[in-house]
């Protein structure tokens, strides 16, 4: 197997910046959820507007990141593979429109809708998958977190406490057969007993593609905020120390941890279990609240613009996503063959 590298990293924020108060205004702050810490609200997020599709967001990103890595790299990429939360259209995936709108020609475009807020390590093991074996040169991989500004912005859905945790963007990702920044170990787990713990909710019992007036949405009860809690708690620790144990290191050896951007609790848990300083685990839930799956290269991308990782860092991307079905974790040294 040849060795394979993350070596670039872009992202894009909508330019709508959305402030709690937007949400309190209208919360209904009798519900049996009401301060719940799950649903602890971030400073701020970002709001996809109705116009802008999956495709133009992954197109902001995308451009900027061929811009960093050159021209001939660009050329090279011959393996698309996209996360999107919420697909514009129900057929077709972003894989093909992004590849046209890039100038790229890929022998293979897979469009993943599983994974989510892992779905970043999903996208990277498919990733070293193909380009280990010879099947692949190189890779752009796509997050796309569109939820907040469509979903949790309808009228109704806009008083439920889980409307004012999530935020929108999208991350991007360039990989390629390389030494330079390489992925060293990845484990995933899926979990499928836990695949219906986090479905859809509409108040008139119709299918989402059906005609009605209710408006769609995740539909948390306490039992079920009590199960993802326990399940997240746990997951992403055991995915994180079980590469670990593959490199015959302890958590404490990582440089910086970066992880999907749940709420507060999780990320304090997560430092806790692993004995990790917070300073060393990345956090932007603040400045851009839940991003879901997009979360992973979003905060990799602002820590290594704010210098936040330094050449050489030993770095986990870790996650789990919807109520527990699958998690994620990978190592990387970052741009370890950079350092002299």
Not at 107 to 135: K, P, T
Not at 210 to 220: L, R
Request: charged share 20%.
């Amino acid at each position: 197997m040849r060795t394979v590298s993350l070596l670039e990293v872009a992202s894009y924020l909508p330019p709508k910046k959305v402030p709690t108060q937007y949400f309190l205004d209208v919360q209904d702050r009798n519900g049996e959820l009401a301060g719940h810490e799950m649903f602890g609200a971030p400073a701020f997020r970002h709001h996809v507007a109705r116009e802008e599709s999956a495709a133009d967001m992954i197109e902001k990103a995308g451009r900027t990141l061929l811009d960093r890595i050159g021209p001939r790299e660009a050329r090279d990429i011959d393996l698309v593979i996209t996360n999107v939360l919420l697909p514009d259209l129900p057929f077709t995936g972003a894989g093909a429109e992004i590849s046209h709108r890039l100038g790229l020609n890929p022998g293979w475009i897979l469009d993943a809708h599983n994974g989510g807020c892992a779905s970043f390590v999903h996208m990277l093991r498919l990733a070293r998958g193909l380009i280990g074996s010879g099947q692949a040169r190189s890779a752009l991989l796509c997050n796309v977190q569109n939820a907040a500004g469509t979903v949790m912005d309808q009228p109704r859905v806009r008083m439920l406490p889980e409307a004012v945790v999530p935020g929108d963007g999208c991350g991007v990702a360039y990989v390629a057969a390389s030494e330079e920044s390489p992925v060293l170990a990845i484990e995933t787990v899926n979990t499928g007993e836990y695949a219906k713990d986090c479905g859809l909710t509409l108040s008139d019992g119709r299918k989402y593609w059906e005609a009605g007036e209710s408006q769609m949405h995740v539909g948390f009860t306490p039992g079920k905020v009590a199960d993802i809690v326990e399940r997240g708690n746990r997951l992403v620790p055991e995915v994180v120390r079980a590469v670990c144990d593959r490199l015959d290191i302890g958590p404490a050896e990582l440089d910086v941890l970066i992880t999907n951007q749940p709420n507060r609790v999780f990320l304090q848990k997560w430092q806790e279990r692993l004995g990790i300083a917070p300073e060393r685990h990345l956090n932007t839930f603040d400045r851009f609240g839940n991003l879901f799956g997009a979360a992973v290269p979003i905060t990799l991308d602002h820590g290594v613009r704010e210098k936040q990782i330094p050449d050489g860092s030993l770095l986990m991307l870790a996650g789990f996503a919807h109520a527990g079905d699958f998690a994620g974790a990978a190592a990387v040294r970052w741009r370890g063959g950079a350092v002299i």
